[in-house]
């Protein structure tokens, strides 16, 4: 095909093209044709997206019970998907009756907000040293991928590796090197639990808001840099005035981005945590996860959780008009 | 952002020749950037070849007095131990999140990738409305989804299943998928299909004949991508298959990870192999997983 493709004809406009040659050709027009090439991957998301977030939707206004088999159900391709009983708003009033759920709430927005902090000012760091120019700095970039490709199962049982009372490197290293006596419990504490699991996100997350950085980065012009030197500014002064201003779209998506995937973190708090101690490290995921899944109770827990899908909601609100309007307004 | 793929790596800044502190600097900060990114991983495979009782030591030695492959050998069911039970699970769940998440991959690539062609191409209806409604997916908790799945997948008899997990997986993988190939599409020259038509391919053959075959790397970004979200993925595959020998390896590795009386040198060596496939993959295919992730989030 490629041989073809440097055939003197001047490229046409596709439509005089087609029906030129008739023929086999498949005569459709752009929007249909749009439409068949997009329509799987919208029915495989409504199919496992959608659907399911109508039904949990609805799951939260009722009395779940899974162990009634009786009772209202709709019958579909031979499968009986019970309805369960519609008590209004009753899930939703009892759980915001629940001092444990405001707890969780602003302990969600304590955790979100400096995990928001940690992640793009380490982010921004990271990639500030990365994107200077030193022996093995290719190496470097692989490196950054490897926090970011773990499971977070892994990263989590990792830093226990690392922060634990007993066999912690982290602990036994500082003693050996003379600036720790005792050894530290990270995990007794629940304020300092919350704070380790901010870390230990971070760690995990900051590589990709530095990849995002350094993508931003690279796009800015050597000529603005070398101005800026001509007029006599040094490192602070073109990082302030030059890198700065230029990566400000990035830096406000990193803020989206780290925000949203801070309210969904869930898999960490289950490997270090487990919301303890004395629910002092349960969020708002974890409250419904675990009213869904430890106790079965799927009313309250679908409203708690539709709570959060709210928050997201909102978010992407904000994100869709703030970027995608402002920055690019082709989009 | 778009231009940003196909553009050689402009030169960073400090071009002027540093001084010696400022290059001691740079290489500081450096070699600090490389502890703090990969420290606790090499530590991960430390203690991994170590024997619990040296982990305990203090003070801790700096080099590892004994290494060992004991541990390996215990999760790997060559040595018989007290937890072997639990041991005996990490190869067939292995298996199961490689079927699964080959599974999600292929049908991701093969349904995702027509449509980000359609979004980076076509004007059509409705068009504005459905990418944002997979913007929004994208966004979405996919925590929230579990109880429906849980209710659905048990009235339609997937639960403890690969194919349930294999939908599972696609609600949160989708999405990214649909965002990466539009992005990558985007840096496609659109003369390319153009040329194709006048050449008398039809739409069609336009796609498969001429702007798939150059689209490897934004394959490969969007494929290695989703294997990974795959392969990592904890929580669905915890509350979904909990029948034993149904379920993942990440849920087998946390299960290990909650018994009192497993060595955490063991526990390492099972997180470790756990986490090598993920990281390999990512580490070969680094270039253009680069490139399709920043395109794709940078662009929105």
Redesign the interface.
């Known amino acids: 095909?490629a041989r073809?493709?440097r055939?003197p004809?001047p490229?046409?406009?596709?439509r005089v093209?087609?029906t030129r040659?008739g023929?086999?050709?498949?005569?459709?027009p752009?929007?249909?044709?749009?439409?068949l090439?997009?329509a799987?991957?919208?029915a495989?998301?409504v199919?496992?997206?959608a659907?399911?977030?109508a039904?949990?939707l609805w799951?939260s206004f009722t009395d779940?019970n899974?162990l009634r088999t009786t009772g209202p159900a709709v019958e579909l391709f031979g499968?009986?998907?019970?309805l369960y009983r519609w008590v209004g708003l009753k899930n939703y009033l009892q759980i915001f009756d629940d001092p444990l759920y405001w707890a969780s709430l602003w302990r969600t927005l304590y955790f979100v907000g400096a995990f928001v902090i940690e992640a793009t000012l380490v982010g921004l760091g990271?990639a500030l040293?990365?994107?200077?120019?030193?022996a093995?700095r290719p190496l470097?970039?692989?490196?950054?991928?490897?926090?970011?490709?773990?499971?977070?199962?892994?990263v989590?049982?990792?830093?226990?590796?690392?922060l634990?009372f007993?066999?912690g490197?982290f602990n036994?290293?500082m003693?050996?090197l003379g600036l720790l006596s005792g050894s530290i419990a990270f995990f007794k504490d629940g304020f300092s639990a919350l704070n380790v699991l901010v870390s230990v996100y971070m760690?995990n997350q900051a590589?990709?808001a530095t990849?995002?950085f350094?993508?931003?980065?690279?796009?800015?012009?050597?000529d603005l840099?070398?101005a800026a030197e001509v007029d006599g500014a040094g490192?602070w002064q073109?990082f302030r005035y030059v890198?700065l201003p230029a990566l400000r779209?990035?830096l406000f998506?990193v803020l989206v981005?780290c925000t949203?995937n801070g309210?969904?973190m869930?898999?960490l708090i289950?490997?270090l945590t487990m919301g303890g101690p004395a629910n002092e490290t349960t969020t708002i995921?974890w409250l419904?996860?675990q009213t869904?899944?430890a106790f079965f109770k799927?009313g309250p827990?679908?409203a708690i959780?539709?709570t959060?899908?709210g928050l997201?909601?909102l978010?992407?609100f904000l994100?869709?008009r703030l970027?995608?309007a402002r920055f690019?307004p082709e989009? | 952002m778009a231009t940003a793929m196909a553009r050689p790596r402009s030169r960073p800044a400090g071009r002027r020749a540093r001084s010696p502190q400022s290059r001691a600097l740079l290489y500081a900060l450096v070699a600090v950037v490389v502890l703090w990114l990969i420290g606790p991983f090499v530590w991960l495979f430390v203690t991994s070849v170590s024997y619990q009782r040296n982990l305990l030591s203090r003070p801790l030695p700096f080099v590892p007095p004994e290494v060992t492959l004991e541990n390996y050998r215990m999760i790997l069911g060559l040595v018989r131990f007290h937890a072997e039970g639990q041991a005996a699970k990490i190869l067939p769940s292995m298996l199961n999140t490689f079927i699964v998440a080959s599974v999600v991959t292929v049908v991701n690539l093969a349904v995702g990738t027509t449509a980000g062609y359609a979004y980076a191409r076509f004007r059509f209806p409705l068009k504005t409305f459905s990418l944002f409604a997979v913007l929004f997916t994208r966004m979405l908790p996919t925590v929230v989804l579990i109880p429906a799945f849980f209710v659905i997948f048990r009235a339609l008899g997937l639960q403890n299943t690969l194919t349930g997990l294999v939908l599972a997986y696609c609600s949160f993988t989708l999405p990214f998928t649909v965002w990466i190939m539009k992005a990558y599409f985007e840096t496609v020259p659109a003369d390319l299909d153009k040329s194709a038509l006048v050449d008398g391919c039809n739409r069609f053959q336009a796609y498969y004949k001429v702007v798939l075959p150059v689209s490897g790397p934004g394959l490969v970004a969007g494929g290695a991508f989703t294997f990974m979200l795959c392969w990592n993925e904890f929580v669905v595959a915890q509350v979904l298959n909990t029948k034993p020998g149904t379920t993942t390896l990440p849920p087998v590795i946390a299960a290990m990870n909650g018994q009192v009386n497993v060595d955490y040198s063991v526990i390492a060596a099972s997180g470790f192999l756990g986490a090598l496939p993920a990281v390999l993959l990512v580490l070969i295919f680094q270039k253009y997983m680069v490139q399709g992730l920043t395109a794709g989030s940078v662009k929105g």
């Open positions: 095909m073809e493709l055939s004809v490229a046409a406009p596709s093209a087609t040659r023929g086999r050709a498949i005569r459709l752009e929007g249909p044709f749009a439409w090439l997009v799987p991957a919208l495989v998301i199919a496992v997206v659907a399911p977030l039904y949990s799951l779940v899974l499968m009986r998907l019970p990271v040293v990365l994107n200077e120019r030193f093995g470097m970039r692989s490196l950054l991928l490897v926090p970011w490709s773990l499971s977070r199962v892994v989590g049982l990792l830093w226990i590796g690392i634990d007993e066999f490197a036994g290293y003693q050996r760690w590589p990709f990849l995002l350094l993508a931003g980065m690279q796009s800015i012009s050597e840099y070398a490192y073109r890198t779209p990035i998506l981005l949203v309210f969904l869930l898999d289950y490997v995921s419904g996860f869904s899944f799927f827990g679908t959780l539709y959060l899908t997201c909601l978010l992407t994100y869709h970027i995608l690019e989009a």
